[in-house]
């Protein structure tokens, strides 16, 4: 009796575990690599107080560069991207230039099973989700390489999802066999360990794989959505109707 109780205690555990749901999780945090906005820019500017702002952006985005921190959630299928971490912030000028530089704000969910991206942002008062076929994505693969921690990475490129003529840059490590990777960035061969994008690199700072949770995110109305270029002519709208005021 004694060991048939044993055997059905082991039948119930080895599927408890086999049933258990695991998530992963990459801790992100930002460096600037020089100046975000060139100072040759802000010499030329002639309005005193917009190249004060200017030069404040410069200073506001290195002085705080440990005061952010980004966490990717994923599966095998679905990821969410957002800000978790936010040290010392008093919300004053300078962090609130931080916030609107690297999108801080923005909350990205990403389907690799659908291929799609929608990136929850603050516009005029309103949340839109922003949504973006990830098959109108190509990278331009490369053989270059180099160590990030424990992992050999691999460069991939690619314009900018918004401005054409702006190159990101991706470190992704073929070992971690997951498409994702910071911000609306993914589809890769591998999870992206290091972007950079506008002379701001995002990198990762801590890595957990096969953590014991549930995929759990608050994604609201995610089925309402609308693309980049639609956002784009609502705001290029509410700027004519508010100049004509």
């Known amino acids: 009796m004694k060991k048939t109780f044993i055997i059905i205690i082991a ?40 190249r004060r702002n200017l030069q404040m952006m410069n200073t506001s985005i ?23 971490k936010k040290l010392e912030l008093d919300f004053d000028k300078e962090m609130m230039f931080v916030l609107a530089l690297t999108k801080a704000k923005d909350v990205v969910y990403t389907n690799l099973e659908e291929k799609y991206t929608l990136r929850k942002v603050s516009v005029l008062g309103e949340e839109f989700n922003v949504k973006t076929n990830l098959e109108a994505i ?6 270059e390489q180099k160590l990030i921690g424990k992992y050999i990475c691999f460069k991939a490129v690619k314009n900018s999802l918004f401005k054409k003529d702006l190159k990101i840059e991706a470190w992704y490590a073929p070992s971690i066999s997951f498409g994702f990777g910071p911000k ?11 972007l950079t994008e506008n002379n701001i690199t995002y990198f990762a700072k801590e890595i957990k794989l096969n953590v014991k949770e549930d995929f759990k995110y608050d994604f609201k109305d995610k089925d309402k959505h609308l693309s980049q270029s639609k956002l784009d002519s609502i705001i290029v709208r509410f700027n004519n109707d508010r100049f004509k005021s």
């Open 62 to 84: 290195k002085n705080n560069q440990n005061k952010l921190s980004f966490q990717l959630t994923f599966t095998e299928k679905e990821s969410i991207y957002s800000l978790t």
């Open 184 to 194: 609306e960035y993914s589809g890769l061969p591998g999870l992206i360990l290091e």
């Open 11 to 50: 039948f119930i555990n080895f599927y408890t575990i086999k049933g258990q749901k695991t998530i992963n999780k990459v801790e992100y945090s930002y460096r600037i690599n020089n100046d975000f906005i060139q100072q040759e820019i802000i010499e030329k500017e002639k309005d005193e107080g917009l």
């Open 138 to 143: 190509s990278w331009e693969m490369t053989q």
